[in-house]
């Protein structure tokens, strides 16, 4: 009798724990499809550039013709939550439900840390998949303790703010984001897009963020270890000389691109383009140059299809100890620490 009971008891707890770990781990939809429910949670005064990591779950249901992701806007008290254009979202209130991955979205400022802020934070990461924080979400995250000993970006306007606050945290200011375990950080405005491209390929692998990106029109994808400045942001010439000078730098990376050659290119005699470019761009054009070079290797490495000697040749650098060089006056990183964090981010 007592060794029925016991079977009876062991049977249950295996269907209970059956239950709680198809819960954990996605629901599904009435054709078998498994469904990612996300709780993503909006403050007051959000930004919509913000909430358009929610853009890519919309289009990842759409491009899988399925119900893939299943968005609940959360908040600590529910109702109508009002972003910083006017623009008003409705939320529900903090529950018991599980999420397979809870998103701390940012608003304009630093959110203020509350109780019951705190608890939902650090139940979400005992209980969801992934817990992930878009620029200014991080805070809420450290706050809670969840960063503590772990690796983690925001965007780079409060970076410094952060690593003063949380001193704990392993800030790393310069990245798109940063996946350590559980936890999923990024930069703000479209690194978000980006975040979220990566879980869909996570989830549903290369091809399908692929698609998601190029309907989107960004990037496919920019990894977690690349910067969040760009060189060819930085370079923003007035006149069209100067900005043809820059585009036949991009195209010809692999040649020796002297003054003489890209004054040429920009119909200027060499000491008139040199003034006119640094008057233009606040950059001599050798160190212009390196930029863009570095750029251009730097994304090589995080494809991770071709050797460090191809790199430097492909990028003008002509090898490999002249390519290290660059990377360390222009990103203090050499470049086996940014094809290495490109990898994790990819294994992550």
Request: proline share 3%; glycine share 8%.
């Amino acid at each position: 009798m007592a060794y029925g009971a016991d079977l009876e008891r062991n049977q249950h707890c295996t269907c209970s724990l059956f239950v709680l770990n198809v819960l954990y781990n996605a629901n599904w939809d009435a054709r078998g499809a498994e469904v990612h429910r996300i709780g993503y949670v909006v403050f007051p005064r959000f930004q919509l550039m913000g909430f358009a990591a929610v853009t890519a779950f919309e289009m990842a249901n759409l491009e899988l013709g399925v119900s893939a992701y299943e968005i609940d806007l959360l908040s600590e008290t529910g109702g109508e939550v009002k972003s910083s254009a006017g623009f008003g979202v409705v939320t529900s209130a903090f529950d018991d439900t599980v999420y397979d991955t809870v998103m701390f979205g940012a608003g304009t400022a630093i959110e203020p840390m509350t109780p019951g802020l705190m608890e939902f934070a650090r139940r979400s990461l005992q209980t969801s998949r992934r817990v992930a924080a878009p620029c200014t979400g991080a805070f809420i995250l450290a706050e809670a303790g969840l960063l503590d000993g772990r690796r983690a970006t925001t965007h780079w306007a409060f970076a410094h703010q952060l690593r003063t606050r949380f001193p704990a945290v392993r800030i790393e200011e310069d990245r798109i984001f940063i996946v350590d375990g559980s936890v999923w950080t990024s930069a703000g405005m479209t690194a978000g897009i980006d975040l979220a491209l990566a879980m869909i390929e996570k989830d549903h692998g290369a091809d399908v963020a692929r698609s998601i990106a190029r309907k989107l029109v960004v990037y496919h994808r920019r990894a977690g270890g690349q910067s969040q400045f760009s060189a060819l942001l930085e370079l923003e010439p007035k006149s069209d000389r100067i900005q043809k000078s820059v585009e036949y730098a991009k195209a010809n990376l692999r040649g020796l691109l002297s003054v003489e050659e890209l004054a040429d290119a920009a119909g200027l005699s060499a000491r008139q383009f040199s003034r006119a470019f640094r008057a233009e761009t606040g950059q001599s054009p050798a160190k212009a140059v390196e930029h863009l070079r570095v750029e251009a290797a730097r994304l090589m490495m995080e494809e991770g299809r071709h050797s460090m000697d191809v790199i430097a040749e492909e990028t003008g650098f002509t090898d490999r100890e002249r390519m290290r060089r660059a990377f360390l006056r222009t990103l203090g990183q050499p470049p086996q620490t940014i094809r290495r964090n490109a990898r994790e981010s990819a294994a992550a």
